[in-house]
């Protein structure tokens, strides 16, 4: 079964601050691994992605992930945080169960502190 | 770019009465899902669908729901009797699983609130 952790439902960082979201998973199959960000009232935009290609995978809006197997982890990181990185971020989890079904984590808000 | 498309963007609906929602995938997928997320919490796996038939469903997905894809283009959730608990966020995806990409696509939801 598949499962993810993600440590922390609230994470504030000051504006230019580093920002680091923890993201843990479980799969019994190598993995497909996603972070999504949801802004209030709006549906899951894609983040990035990692699909067993490179372990430092990089997405949009300067985010970017690293798979790292030995740790069952793939923490989400943005150098410096901006106001309009305000937001729920939710890591995922999917592989071929016959119908690629995604499993999230129970998300994290981060607040940005001008 | 191709996008999901959700109608309605919210539903009220009273307790014991029939629901569908409407979701258009993009053309060229073929998986669809559906999702929901109850206020405030994460957003859970329902049902997926593939070559006209349920691939996988969780718990959730008990006897009050169906899906079916009544033509070529749009992908419906049904729920017969709607239940207090039903409120809550669906949003509808689609992937086309090819060999470099499981990315699932999420239409922008539809809010489903049951009085």
């Known amino acids: 079964a598949q499962s993810v952790t993600q440590l922390g439902s609230h994470v504030s960082v000051s504006e230019g601050a580093l920002v680091l979201l923890r993201c843990n998973y479980s799969?019994?199959?190598?993995?497909?691994l996603f972070w999504y960000v949801q802004y209030p009232n709006q549906g899951l935009q894609l983040l990035l992605k990692y699909t067993s290609a490179a372990t430092l995978v990089k997405g949009i809006n300067g985010f970017e992930a690293e798979f790292k197997k030995s740790e069952t982890s793939f923490h989400l990181t943005k150098p410096s945080a901006h106001m309009s990185d305000a937001a729920e971020y939710f890591c995922?989890?999917?592989?071929?169960?016959?119908?690629?079904?995604?499993?999230f984590g129970a998300g994290t808000r981060l607040f940005v502190k001008a | 770019e191709p996008e999901v498309t959700q109608t309605p963007s919210h539903q009220v609906t009273q307790m014991g009465q029939e629901v569908i929602l409407r979701c258009v995938p993009i053309?060229?997928?073929?998986?669809f899902y559906w999702y929901r997320q109850i206020l405030g919490q994460k957003v859970e796996f329902l049902v997926s669908?593939?070559?006209?038939?349920?691939?996988?469903k969780s718990e959730i997905f008990d006897d009050q729901f169906s899906v079916e894809r009544p033509d070529g283009s749009n992908f419906t959730l049904k729920i017969r009797s709607t239940k207090l608990e039903d409120s809550a966020m669906y949003f509808c995806?689609?992937?086309?699983?090819?060999?470099?990409?499981?990315?699932?696509?999420f239409g922008p939801g539809t809010r489903l609130t049951v009085t």
């Open positions: 799969s019994s199959v190598p993995p497909y």
């Open positions: 053309s060229n997928h073929l998986y």
């Open positions: 995806a689609s992937s086309e699983i090819s060999p470099s990409s499981y990315e699932q696509y």
């Open positions: 995922a989890v999917s592989h071929n169960t016959g119908g690629f079904k995604t499993i």
């Open positions: 669908f593939y070559n006209n038939e349920i691939s996988e």
